[in-house]
């Protein structure tokens, strides 16, 4: 089975411009999550999203956004870039049985650096 | 919300030392434990897990222990090799519908050889 895989690797934006991250994940999955790693804060939870819809959300300001396609694909994109949004964009999918259970499998990540 | 702590920040033995790395969590609602295993470079990767209806897990050179009434967990790694180098995430998971674990900061590991 193929893993989660996130486009692009890396990327180098300037501020002010928009970036959209994407986020295939593995065959069955249906919940999509996203994560921002920094050095200072760890893995601070973005939002989550199931069957299309946006179920969680993390505490990120209204730059942020997300959605899910029908095939479970999802993307993430930022507006109006600022410099402390420089950071490694994880997703992580997860297969949900009926009880909520279900091990999450990260993507390599985006590094985005935005200068 | 929930709220994990994770102690030391760094953690430095020489092989074949053991490692402890501790966490706590403040939502007693939480079910789930996963520790995962970051290497530099890498991605995050499950390496165990433990739920609340468990006291103590095991997995070779790895355990992981709960304490429901104190609300922490411990990753227990024994015969510590330089390949365990890595900086290692707890995490907590309320009981319900969907996914959303809430990570500690993270411990780097060093093994010294």
């Known amino acids: 089975k193929a893993g989660v895989t996130q486009t692009p690797r890396y990327l180098i934006k300037t501020r002010g411009q928009q970036v959209t991250l994407s986020c295939s994940p593995i065959?069955?999955?249906?919940?999509v999550s996203w994560y921002q790693q920094t050095p200072g804060q760890g893995l601070q939870f973005l939002f989550e999203?199931?069957?299309?819809?946006?179920?969680n959300k993390g505490n990120f300001p209204g730059r942020f956004s997300g959605r899910q396609f029908s095939n479970s694909r999802s993307e993430m994109n930022v507006s109006t870039l600022e410099l402390g949004d420089s950071a490694l964009y994880l997703c992580?999918?997860?297969?949900?049985?009926?009880?909520?259970?279900?091990?999450?499998?990260f993507g390599p990540g985006t590094r985005l650096t935005v200068t | 919300g929930e709220n994990v702590e994770q102690h030391p920040s760094t953690l430095s033995v020489q092989e074949g030392d053991s490692a402890v790395i501790k966490c706590t969590y403040s939502?007693?609602?939480?079910?789930?434990f996963p520790w995962y295993k970051q290497e530099l470079g890498k991605r995050p990767q499950l390496i165990i897990d433990?739920?609340?209806?468990?006291g103590e897990k095991k997995d070779q050179r790895i355990a992981v222990t709960l304490n429901k009434t104190a609300k922490h967990f411990s990753l227990h790694i024994t015969e510590t090799q330089p390949e365990d180098s890595a900086v290692y995430f707890c995490?907590?998971?309320?009981?319900?519908?969907?996914?959303?674990?809430?990570f500690g900061r993270g411990t780097s590991l060093i093994v010294h050889p």
């Open positions: 999203y199931f069957s299309e819809t946006q179920r």
């Open positions: 992580a999918s997860s297969w949900l049985g009926t009880s909520g259970e279900g091990e999450q499998y």
């Open positions: 433990i739920r609340s209806n468990v």
């Open positions: 065959s069955g999955h249906r919940s």
């Open positions: 995490a907590a998971k309320v009981g319900g519908g969907s996914y959303i674990p809430t």
């Open positions: 939502d007693s609602a939480s079910n789930y």
